[in-house]
């Protein structure tokens, strides 16, 4: 019997902390732009669900869209002016974007603790020297599921599938870092890896990021290991024809009663990860308070 | 038999090249400034070889020696000012410092370019997103020693034992990287690692930057794979009373018959570092140039 690890509990959890975080902040709420580009990706249920979560607790939200002919230019002018905006604590930028939009160089333009969702290459420094600014909210989501279920975890050996810039090496330098949740052993696996099998055979858990459906299976998943799922695909919904729905990493039919436990797609990582962000959004309101009054 | 991996014929190799290139460089030499404490440690030792090393380039090599009673902030004070100092085109920091130096904030105080040696926050998170700039000599060092000897290193599952923000880190973001050398799949391993026989069991090739001697023997290094010694621990000589001679991780003679290769310490990825800091102090110098013109 494969244990389902169901992200909602944590996610009432943390929001219900949140609303009570805000509700004892002072001053204008905090508030979170959000910048994108209106398409249908998976982004877009994400983006409900920042407005829904974010109106829960009390945080502002802003959207800012994207036109089909925004430039890099545009978009960097765009997140020069939101970082300068007295009012705005916090900056979210939809990715991956369009290559020609320079998603890095304009991100990079953030001061750190705006870039609430931690991928500009500062946050990302700091989580190599092992000093934490923002943290990408999957990560962060993707480790507290496993703490809420006792995963092992902290001093094991446990597996990144992926290794992107804004999920996968994150998550790898967390697992590896001194504090809480980590001092993991961690190998992290790819789309050349020569044999997932064997690269994933020591590991109990195994966190996937690589957004290939049906990648993790009994052919290469340890039997009685835990799978946190991030993968995030959108694929045709065969129940419901026009539509699309969320797919994992996991092959969760073929694993049931291999693995010990699967986060499911969606309602696994993905139900944590607004929450997360939202805790993002509030220790960036944090920050500024503490610089303006230290 | 195991194959001496000896990092000699590469640093004479990279050293012609770079007396080359700076022999057709316009302007004053390239200036590199040393920062250290003027101790005992390993580091006394690799500061001859910078002032050796640079003379045969045509590099100027200057040391600015701390004295024991320097606080963090003359040193963030020092930095700050050969940061801005026009004819300094690299800044070498010694590392580690004792911890109420503050290397972290005093480094980052650096632009990332004069940060030679790629250990601030910001040429550590260039590496995360794939970008790198300035990267850790000792890194490259190693990456340059295991292709000059075909190691099965790209495409391939590897291991990085150690985690330091200095050498271990660095190195997994390297390895794992898309660009040339890398594409690894990367276990990285450290102090709390709960097997590390079971963590290597896949790997042919280990790199190791624990800093413990004998760490690696036959009961943890698979048979037949290849070492990559990057620990460097000062220990008393044996042949010679009084002295003090550099050890590295693996446990040559327990696994003489055993690996297929092991690179020396010293001779190994040692030699091949500063040519490596070198060719930063190039880069450094390289990168002004193109912001003078550009």
Known sequence: MTARLDGAPLALRIQAELRREVSDLTGPPPTLVSVHQAA?????????????????????????????????EELGGLLRELDRAPEVDAVLVEHP????????????????????????????GR??????????AVARAALALAAQYDLPVRGEHV????????????LALQLLGRG??????????????????????????????????????RSNVPRGAFIVDVGLTSR????????????????????????????????GVGA??????????????RHRLAEATG
């Not at 983006?47 to 979560?53: F, G, K, M, T």
């Not at 160089?105 to 946050?123: E, F, I, M, Q």
């Not at 039919?253 to 436990?261: F, H």
């Open 127 to 136: 989580l190599a020297v092992g000093a934490p600014g923002q943290v990408p």
């Open 159 to 170: 597996a990144v599938v992926g290794r992107s810039e804004s999920v996968g090496i994150p």
């Open 40 to 72: 249908a990706t998976p982004f877009a249920f994400y983006l409900r669900q920042q407005a829904r979560r974010c109106a829960e607790v009390g945080i502002r939200f802003q959207e800012r869209a994207l036109g089909a002919d925004t430039t890099a």
């Open 97 to 124: 974007l369009p290559a020609n939009l320079g998603f890095r160089r304009a991100v990079d333009g953030l001061s750190p603790w705006k870039d609430v969702d931690g991928v500009g290459t500062s946050n990302l």
């Open 180 to 217: 809480a949740g980590g001092n993991a052993t961690v190998t992290v696996t790819h789309s050349q890896t020569p044999s997932l099998a064997r690269a994933l055979a020591d590991c109990r858990v195994i966190f996937s990021c690589a957004g290939r459906p049906g990648l993790l299976n």
């Open 272 to 285: 944590v990860t607004v929450p997360m962000l939202l805790s993002n959004v509030l220790a960036a309101r």
């Open 236 to 267: 045709p919904d065969p129940d419901r024809p026009g539509r699309h729905r969320a797919v994992g990493d996991a092959d969760a039919a073929d694993l049931d009663g291999w693995a010990e436990g699967i986060s499911p797609v969606p309602g």
